[in-house]
């Protein structure tokens, strides 16, 4: 069974950081690709941030150049630096992934419970 843990939200100041962890446990799978989503109170998920088992990144543009998204494949884990936060990145923040089966290498796709982080002005 796989599962995504995410650890690492929080309250912090506006123009603080955070740092978010999402683990896949589990056995029997490769990483694909992982990532991150959030969701705002009342508004719809949006997309954070991506990167693949090789490391090529893609970042949302509200997002380019203070969050960062790395990968330990050793670890089966994913890290999301968040830098000069701001209000507006309040939300829930989701990890997600997509792993390949190692016995049919079937694609599957899955998603951590969330995290809050809170950015006070």
């Known amino acids: 069974q796989v599962q995504l843990v995410e650890s690492g939200g929080g309250l912090v100041q506006a123009g603080g950081s955070l740092r978010l962890s999402c683990a896949a446990s589990?056995?029997?799978?490769?990483?694909?690709?992982m990532g991150w989503y959030r969701q705002a109170p009342g508004k719809q998920r949006e997309w954070v941030a991506h990167?693949?088992?090789?490391?090529?990144?893609s970042y949302a543009d509200s997002v380019k150049g203070r969050f960062t998204i790395s990968i330990d494949n050793a670890k089966n884990k994913i890290y999301l630096q968040m830098d000069s936060l701001k209000p507006e990145d309040t939300a829930v923040y989701y990890c997600?992934?997509?792993?390949?089966?190692?016995?049919?290498?079937?694609?599957?796709?899955?998603w951590g419970q969330g995290t809050q982080v809170t950015v006070s002005s």
């Open positions: 990167i693949s088992s090789g490391g090529s990144t």
């Open positions: 997600n992934a997509y792993l390949r089966t190692l016995w049919n290498s079937d694609l599957r796709h899955y």
């Open positions: 589990g056995s029997g799978f490769s990483i694909n690709s």
